[in-house]
């Protein structure tokens, strides 16, 4: 019998995030360092079991196991791009919250990608699990091999993997799903119209920062352009700012993606486990883990 394969689906974090206009075509222009979370969904696939999905853990609760789940969703369009695909049946452990600007569905797309491409053989780099990942969804590109990048375009356009130093984090989510599409119309850019935006913290052939507080200071220079109109979407995420900025040792706080999840930034791992403690004690309805991004 087929061995079970395992991945983990780590959360994706926009370390900072710059529209830069609207296109024509609808879709906005994004400039993005992204990193990953130690935190994540795990997905498994049995091969040659009948397909389908099967879900579980602390956020699986109305999620969907039908086409529009984006794990079948990935299996339908690497299908498409290849004849005789061998596959098998998912379980997905779903600990991210969903709907939370960390690309969890994102993240799980990619991990069934990854799965796929190694129950066929196939290394990450061909063209039908790139042309595949790039039908799923804009951010799954650079979830597939989720590795520190400058993404830009839509999502398309990749930079090449970053070695960042260590950045010690606490995620946090208050438990209220925001969607991508009201946040785009908060900003309220008109089709072909451009976008001042805030300081790129990277260009394409920067050397990445030697250190965390180098790479701390650098982000503190940039932001998140969707960050305030998803403050306006979604009051809640002023709150969550407010309460992560006053955290002690806390070095900077910021939205990640569209929101609502935020993160703060530490200089070292007992911080922000103690961080995480205290945020318990005063918000015990809220998501929070303390993690390390890179």
């Not at 360092?33 to 009948?50: H, I, K, Q």
């Not at 099967?54 to 339908?76: C, I, M, W, Y």
């Not at 600990?95 to 690309?103: C, F, H, K, Q």
């Not at 991508?180 to 260009?203: I, M, S």
Request: glycine share 12%.
């Amino acid at each position: 019998m087929p061995a079970k394969l395992a991945t983990r689906a780590p959360a994706k974090v926009n370390l900072t995030l710059r529209v830069l206009g609207r296109r024509a075509d609808g879709y906005h222009e994004l400039d993005s360092l992204v990193a990953f979370a130690g935190v994540g969904d795990e997905l498994s696939l049995m091969p040659g079991e009948a397909g389908g999905l099967q879900l579980s853990g602390p956020f699986a609760e109305g999620l969907s196991t039908g086409p529009d789940n984006l794990v079948l969703k990935a299996e339908r369009i690497l299908r498409e791009e290849i004849a005789g695909l061998r596959s098998g049946r998912f379980h997905l452990i779903k600990r991210l919250p969903v709907a939370s600007g960390i690309g969890g569905g994102s993240a799980d797309a990619a991990a069934a990608l990854r799965l796929l491409a190694r129950l066929n053989k196939l290394p990450l780099s061909h063209p039908a699990l790139l042309a595949a990942a790039g039908r799923i969804g804009a951010d799954v590109p650079v979830c597939l091999e989720a590795r520190a990048r400058v993404m830009r375009g839509i999502g398309e356009q990749l930079g090449p993997p970053l070695r960042l130093p260590r950045l010690f984090a606490l995620l946090v989510n208050p438990g209220i799903a925001v969607e991508t599409a009201p946040v785009f119309r908060a900003l309220g850019l008109q089709a072909g119209q451009g976008h001042a935006g805030g300081v790129e913290a990277f260009k394409a052939n920067d050397p990445s920062p030697a250190t965390s507080a180098s790479l701390i200071a650098a982000l503190a220079a940039a932001g998140n352009d969707l960050e305030a109109p998803a403050r306006a979407v979604a009051p809640v995420v002023s709150e969550v700012l407010s309460v992560l900025s006053a955290l002690p040792g806390c070095r900077l706080a910021r939205m990640s993606g569209s929101g609502a999840t935020c993160f703060a930034l530490f200089d070292d791992c007992r911080a922000s486990a103690a961080a995480a403690k205290l945020l318990a004690h005063g918000r015990p309805d809220w998501w929070g883990k303390p993690t390390v991004l890179k």
